[in-house]
């Protein structure tokens, strides 16, 4: 039986751990052993799709303010990575984690350098400035992988980069892109989630969405991660305005696993949670969505067709600015720049105005194909080398 190591490095949010559950659900008729290590805070949080468990220490607020510490935990993390190496001898390592973030390679570079293994690294990409600072300043790096998959669409790619490094990623035979990895709809939960919720066909239904949550606000990163508290206090100040204007309405808001400053008050009208594992079909029967510009996010929206309001936020990179820049051009969200609660109010009136615009321009994404499958065979065939 071969043995497959999943290296998932959550920060704030869920993506990593995400996409690795999705191609694990590729792999399972394949009758392999699936080994997950990750500092997520919540790894079994979309089930147990992994046969064993290694739990590293996550980066936090704490951690980065005290640089002794962070140095002792990197340390510990790459120890207990070196330990589940020589126990369960894997096959293949597949990393998902963020490129830039020296406290996350760490932990697997050092045990590689101790128990060389076959690797491969899906690489979810930051902004276009760091992408082509690493492929031509972290070499080192990127040689520790046999094989780079680049979880988007060639469409997107060729929009995101420009032209000579799209043919040069195009040509490179260790890259694949393998389009975008999502969980695709099931039309059973659709109903389950409307009934749930007690959605009717009448009713306007608002979902709000943060992603993981989370936040890291000390040390290298102040200023370059942004909390999703402003989506969430936005719509919670302009709801009773929202009430008067819009018939029928009812909002869902879900905070994340993550999210610090969880309030649970709710009303007929208005639920908060923290999360709902069927989010796909959630936003599939809302009218509007509004949220951060996360990858897992805007695919989904792309899936459901749903019209939506994006805050992209700074996540030590600006690819969620780039992510909506490529997704308004096409029509089919609207990105809040703005700062001020009557902005926001009225950007989501607009939206409902135009909502059948919007939802006509989703045409144009009539080829955005999942790429779970494509990325599945890529791995099982640096498997099998």
């Not at 497959?4 to 995400?18: P, T």
């Not at 790459?78 to 020296?102: C, E, N, Y």
């Not at 790096?141 to 669409?153: A, R």
């Not at 659709?190 to 066909?201: A, E, G, L, Q």
Request: hydrophobic share 40%.
């Amino acid at each position: 039986m071969k043995k497959i190591l999943f290296y998932a490095a959550n920060g704030v949010g869920l993506g990593h751990l995400q996409r690795v559950r999705l191609i694990v659900e590729e792999l399972q008729s394949k009758n392999m052993k699936i080994i997950l290590v990750t500092p997520a805070y919540s790894p079994q949080i979309f089930g147990k799709f992994f046969h064993h468990l290694v739990k590293l220490t996550p980066l936090s607020n704490e951690l980065l303010k005290n640089p002794s510490g962070t140095f002792n935990t990197r340390l510990a993390n790459g120890q207990r990575f070196l330990r589940a190496l020589k126990k369960f001898k894997p096959d293949l390592i597949v990393a998902d984690f963020h490129f830039s973030s020296p406290f996350t390679f760490y932990a697997f570079s050092s045990a590689v350098d101790n128990v060389p293994t076959k690797s491969i690294f899906i690489w979810r990409l930051a902004d276009i400035r760091s992408f082509r600072r690493d492929l031509k300043n972290e070499v080192v790096k990127l040689n520790y992988f046999q094989k780079i998959i680049l979880p988007h669409g060639r469409k997107e790619l060729k929009y995101l980069l420009p032209r000579n490094l799209f043919s040069q990623i195009e040509s490179d035979l260790k890259f694949k892109i393998c389009g975008s990895i999502f969980r695709k709809l099931d039309r059973n939960k659709v109903s389950f989630c409307r009934h749930k919720y007690n959605i009717s066909s009448k009713d306007f239904l608002i979902t709000i969405t943060v992603g993981g949550g989370g936040r890291l606000t000390e040390g290298l990163t102040r200023g370059r991660c942004e909390e999703s508290d402003k989506v969430i206090n936005n719509i919670l100040a302009i709801y009773p305005l929202l009430v008067d204007v819009i018939p029928n309405l009812k909002v869902i808001i879900i905070t994340g696993p993550y999210f610090q400053k969880f309030n649970k008050k709710s009303s007929p009208h208005l639920r908060i949670i923290k999360f709902e594992n069927n989010l796909p079909e959630l936003i599939k029967l809302s009218k509007l969505v509004i949220s951060t510009a996360g990858y897992n996010t805007c695919n989904e929206l792309i899936q459901a067709k749903t019209p939506a309001i994006l805050v992209p936020l700074w996540r030590g990179g600006r690819e969620q600015f780039e992510r909506v820049l490529f997704l308004e051009k096409k029509g089919i969200i609207k990105v809040f720049r703005g700062s001020s609660s009557i902005q926001f109010f009225n950007l989501i009136i607009n939206c409902k105005e135009n909502l059948d615009k919007m939802k006509i321009n989703f045409r144009k994404f009539s080829d955005w194909q999942q790429g779970n499958n494509k990325a599945a065979k890529t791995i099982l065939n640096l498997l099998k080398k």
